[in-house]
């Protein structure tokens, strides 16, 4: 039983270019949350995808978007990146109406804005 | 104000002793879950266990414990028979609401623990 993947591992950018980042949920689970850790801090809540919708948004800038194949795969976009955009982002699967205690991660995309 | 509080930055701690965490959470919403995850150097976020606000046992799972004090809006995680591997980054995190997977995680940030022979 796959769990939660990401691609690819490790991305670096420049300052303006655009960057898209992939997940792939736990299988069962039909609902995917993106969070950014910058170093040496707790991950932020982005955004969160269920039934190809955007259900739940932290507070990020509309740089950040997102998208949901029927899959229930995700990607997350960053447009304009900035240095501060420098962070590891992760993806979370669970099941909406599943069980409250499966939020599952995976090993997390680490992009580096130059 | 810091809806997760943890307010150790760093821990030492001897191998084979036990070890208390610490996390204050802060919600009004009467419904809502407790998670602790573990963070090693990969970057991994690992589930270790899990408290709802119904809940009426303190969870427990293996070597983990969630010392759940709800009127103090505490949820202490306890390791007991602490090992070499266990020293890691160490988060809580809350979900507010009816939870199912609809609701983001708030995490605290973090403690460290470092796990000495």
């Known amino acids: 039983d796959a769990g939660v993947t990401q691609s690819p591992t490790h991305l670096i950018k420049t300052r303006g270019q655009q960057v898209t980042l992939r997940c792939s949920p736990k299988?069962?689970?039909?609902?995917v949350s993106w969070y950014q850790q910058a170093l040496g801090q707790g991950p932020q809540f982005i955004f969160q995808?269920?039934?190809?919708?955007?259900?739940q948004r932290g507070n990020f800038p509309d740089r950040f978007s997102g998208h949901q194949f029927p899959n229930y795969s995700s990607e997350l976009n960053v447009n304009a990146l900035l240095l501060g955009d420098s962070a590891l982002y992760l993806c979370a699967s669970s099941l909406t109406g599943g069980p409250d205690n499966e939020q599952f991660f995976g090993p997390g995309t680490r992009l580096t804005v130059l | 104000a810091q809806k997760i509080t943890q307010t150790q930055p760093g821990m030492f701690v001897q191998e084979k002793e036990a070890v208390t965490l610490d996390c204050t959470y802060d919600?009004?919403?009467?419904?809502?879950?407790l998670f602790w995850y573990k963070q090693p150097s990969s970057g991994e976020m690992i589930f270790l266990i899990y408290?709802?606000?119904?809940?009426?046992q303190n969870a427990t799972e293996g070597r983990y414990s969630l010392n759940f004090q709800k009127a103090r809006k505490s949820a202490n995680l306890v390791i007991s028979a602490s090992q070499l591997g266990d020293s890691a980054m160490y988060f809580c995190a809350m979900r507010e609401g009816t939870g199912g997977g609809a609701d983001g995680l708030t995490f605290g940030k973090g403690t460290h623990l470092i796990i000495q022979p």
């Open positions: 995808y269920y039934e190809e919708e955007e259900r």
């Open positions: 919600t009004s919403d009467p419904s809502y879950g």
């Open positions: 299988s069962g689970h039909d609902t």
């Open positions: 408290q709802g606000s119904y809940d009426q």
